[in-house]
């Protein structure tokens, strides 16, 4: 099958979209797929490319993606009402079926209004970014953008892929699409496995020394709890005192706010901001660390809580990071965002620790059992055909 998967950025330093586009295309490849990827230009191209080529190290099939770009669309009304030019054309005529990820950005509703004139099977992805929590963000804006070319893109799609129950919820009540199927995302195992040795990343950042830590792992944004683990690291360390935290990730305007905190609780002296890390170096982190933690505002679908799971590490999130099934699997920790209740769950995974690593095996048994990239890939092989065989092909 001819796949055409259409995105704003592939830099991984704008987050988790970037990656599972990344991801999901090899897993299409190894399939037997032809897949190219389409996204616009780069203002930073440089440093995006050096971004990608560390992300994608190691993901299996991606060498073999085509990739191809479009300048990026300027200007309030360009926005507002893009037009396919002849690249996205071109490109959508040669595929059998669209992926398009995100909502917002003027390429994806370029290549939405190509497929509809060519009558070409679209699946639109919104990662999250048609739940109520973000719509609730600059709302006047969406609100117009969904009653221009946004909307008839999110409308005019064959089937939208939800990662969670939760994010079906929220395109059911939004009356977005008659037709919404849920697939998760997923992980390599033959990415992780075998783990890294432990003690590598203790290697690698000798500071650390033989003390426990904790570990935060994504993009260092306001809404992702950084203030809250704060707060809970504070309060561990006084019946911990060897306790670390190591925040990993790129900057998305949470880092001064952070180091600021750190001055005022008097801990920054036990926190290391090492930056963003990829591949095998994340993994090695996550293998080493007394526990993962993403106290987050809110969550489509966290590959690092997944990828946290698969390598065997005690996970402790929010109710709003919308993976109850660690809880139902009793695989993991879900607590109210509060620096009071992390703590108090930081606490617990320090001082039972095998109570902890009990749970953490039933997350990579919940791992291998339901979020690998093969089985997200045959899932949606199966929605492509099946939009695919409902589509009267063009001329």
Request: hydrophobic share 45%; with cysteine; proline share 6%.
């Amino acid at each position: 099958m001819q796949i055409l998967h259409v995105i704003g950025s592939l830099d991984p330093a704008q987050g988790g979209p970037s990656s599972v586009a990344v991801a999901i295309t090899g897993a299409q490849i190894l399939r037997g797929d032809s897949v190219t990827v389409l996204s616009q230009a780069e203002s930073d191209l440089a440093r995006a490319e050096a971004g990608l080529t560390k992300a994608s190290a190691g993901i299996p099939g991606f060498e073999r993606v085509q990739r191809c770009t479009v300048p990026a669309i300027t200007g309030k009304l360009a926005m507002l009402w893009p037009k396919p030019d002849a690249t996205v054309r071109q490109l959508v005529r040669a595929a059998d079926v669209l992926h398009i990820h995100g909502a917002w950005e003027p390429v994806l509703a370029q290549a939405a209004q190509a497929a509809a004139e060519l009558g070409k099977p679209t699946v639109l992805t919104p990662h999250g970014m048609l739940d109520t929590w973000a719509l609730a963000r600059k709302p006047l804006k969406k609100k117009i953008a969904l009653n221009l070319a946004y909307g008839r893109m999110i409308r005019g799609a064959g089937a939208i892929q939800a990662l969670s129950e939760h994010e079906r919820e929220c395109i059911v009540a939004g009356k977005f699409n008659r037709r919404t199927e849920i697939v998760p995302n997923g992980v390599f195992l033959e990415q992780i496995d075998p783990l890294p040795a432990r003690g590598a990343f203790r290697a690698a950042h000798p500071e650390l020394g033989q003390d426990p830590y904790v570990l935060f792992l994504a993009r260092l944004h306001p809404g992702k709890g950084l203030s809250i683990i704060a707060e809970a690291v504070a309060e561990a360390l006084r019946s911990y005192p060897a306790l670390r935290w190591v925040v990993a990730g790129p900057d998305h305007g949470a880092q001064q706010a952070l180091v600021l905190q750190l001055a005022r609780l008097g801990i920054a002296e036990r926190v290391h901001l090492v930056g963003p890390i990829y591949d095998r170096a994340k993994f090695a982190a996550m293998v080493d660390a007394a526990c993962f933690m993403l106290p987050s505002e809110h969550e489509g679908f966290s590959m690092s809580i997944v990828e946290a799971m698969a390598c065997g590490v005690p996970v402790i999130i929010s109710p709003e990071c919308h993976f109850s099934q660690l809880a139902a699997s009793d695989a993991g920790l879900i607590v109210p965002r509060t620096g009071a209740a992390n703590a108090q769950a930081l606490i617990s995974v320090l001082r039972n620790p095998h109570e902890a690593a009990t749970r953490a095996s039933r997350a990579r048994r919940l791992v291998e059992e339901r979020y690998t990239w093969s089985a997200v890939a045959s899932q949606l092989g199966a929605l492509y055909k099946s939009l695919a065989a409902g589509r009267a092909r063009p001329t």
